[in-house]
């Protein structure tokens, strides 16, 4: 049993397969941070006048944009529909998924509305710890995996919890206001619904389906709740007015959506490879690059005092730390094992062929389907990539004191590890 | 058998299994709770 794994949906899985999977799940996980760190930096472009659930919309419409246009570039939409004949019972999960994130998203606006940023951000953070619970229950996560890899997951979580406490703390300058425990109330749901999605997230990646045919789906259920909720919240009329009077905004708030995306879509191949136990958390990490971009090119917390800058070092060491813990602490093949397990019972219970669950564990393709794009691809690409352009047209650069050269630097960091990683996926996985 | 027939015998057992997963159920239960939770909020 050394040298390999046996597959309990098939023929073994070579043990170099299995460590080159998990360390490509850890450098996804690093990725995702990054990005989804970064997504926050054209968002802080944006002043105030715009209510939390417009901007929130906006948000939503650029990320469905770039669901949509990314995969048809990546991979071609054939393979989204390839999946779907393989695992049509996988659409439900992943518009469900995207429902529970319109929703969390939501329930944040209001929680940082009562109690401030400094305590929301740790409340809702707790949904990487209810993630490593759900993983561990449901889908066989940390099985066998020994008192050093538990205390490495779970105190690497804790280590990150602690660090983004810190962080928020010093990155707040909001008072809290009255209404608090209904702050903390909708902190807590947020990190709950959150931590909850990641069981459509692990569902989907254990039956082997491809991240970019379940973002595709997410997207639309995340689309349509969103819209509900802005419209029910602000009226139809209002909310019209006040999306063509921001229209010189919209440019960077879809950005934002769009840059969000690149990081999600690293998040879930970090789920895909490494579970949502270790992924999620990594990806965490995202609280680190945002504060990154306030501070260097946003010139936040310019001026605090030497408390706050004792706390953002001591929060990014934390989170740093937490990160290492549970980037070193990667499944073992035993543990693997039990992962298998798991995805032999998903297969059973909805038939699907052994062959494609276990070519999705494995990263590798399937009966080779259609590779070639089609119009359909060319249309949503094009499509995705005017809107973009007319806006941008359209759009003002916001009056206020950035550091250009920390922002280029910031962003090659972000683009260095795009290339990298999405370099190595493109490998080891074919983005598969 | 006629393709209706046919699409609907396929589906069946597929709503069957996606109904008795507990799977389905917690993740749309804490949705509700959340759509609850938004509507106390407002």
Known sequence: ?????????????????????????????????????????????????????????????????????????????????????????????????????????????????????????????????????????????LHYAGWKRWVGVLGGATGMFSGAALLALASSNQAAPGKAMLGVVAALGAGILWGTMYIPYRKAYLTGMNPLSFVTFFTAGELVTMTALAVGYRGAGPLWRELMSARALLFWLMLGGFVWVIGDLFQQYAAKYVGISRGIPLSNTNQLWGLL???????????????????????????????????????????????????????????????????????????????????????????????????????????????????????????????????????????? | MPKEQNGRAELEPLIRAIATDVHFWIPLLVLLAGLVLLHELR
């Open chain 1, 1 to 141: 049993m050394d040298a390999i794994t046996v597959a309990a949906v098939g023929s073994p899985m070579q043990a170099g397969r299995l460590r080159r999977l998990q360390a490509l799940g850890v450098f996804c996980g690093v990725a995702a941070g990054a990005w989804l760190g970064g997504a926050e930096a054209p968002i802080k472009m944006v002043n105030s006048d715009v209510s939390p659930i417009t901007i929130s919309l906006i948000m939503v419409f650029g990320v469905f944009l770039a669901r949509w246009s990314v995969p048809a570039l990546l991979r071609g939409t054939s393979h989204v529909r390839h999946d779907v004949r393989q695992a049509p019972h996988l659409v439900i999960w992943a518009v469900l998924a995207g429902c529970m994130w319109a929703v969390a998203n939501t329930l944040t606006i209001y929680a940082i509305r009562n109690v401030g940023l400094s305590i929301a951000f740790p409340l809702w953070n707790t949904n990487s710890l209810l993630g490593i619970f759900w993983g561990f229950l449901l889908f066989n996560e």
């Open chain 1, 293 to 432: 971009w306030g501070i260097l090119v946003f010139h936040e917390l310019e001026g605090g005092s030497h408390r706050i800058y004792a706390e953002v070092i001591g929060g990014s060491i934390l989170t740093a730390l937490g990160a290492v813990a549970i980037a070193l602490s990667s499944a073992t093949e035993r543990e693997h094992s039990s992962w298998q397990d798991a995805a032999e019972r998903e297969g059973q219970r909805y038939g699907i062929e052994g062959g494609y669950v276990r070519a999705g564990m494995e990263g590798r393709e399937y009966e080779a389907g259609p590779s070639r794009r089609t119009w359909v691809d060319w249309v949503l690409i094009v499509g995705a990539s005017g809107v973009f352009v007319v806006l941008a047209g359209v759009a003002r650069v916001p009056r206020m004191e950035i550091h250009l050269g920390w922002a280029a630097a910031v962003t090659a960091a972000m683009l260095a590890l795009l290339v990298s990683c999405g370099t190595v996926l493109w490998r080891t996985t074919r983005f598969k």
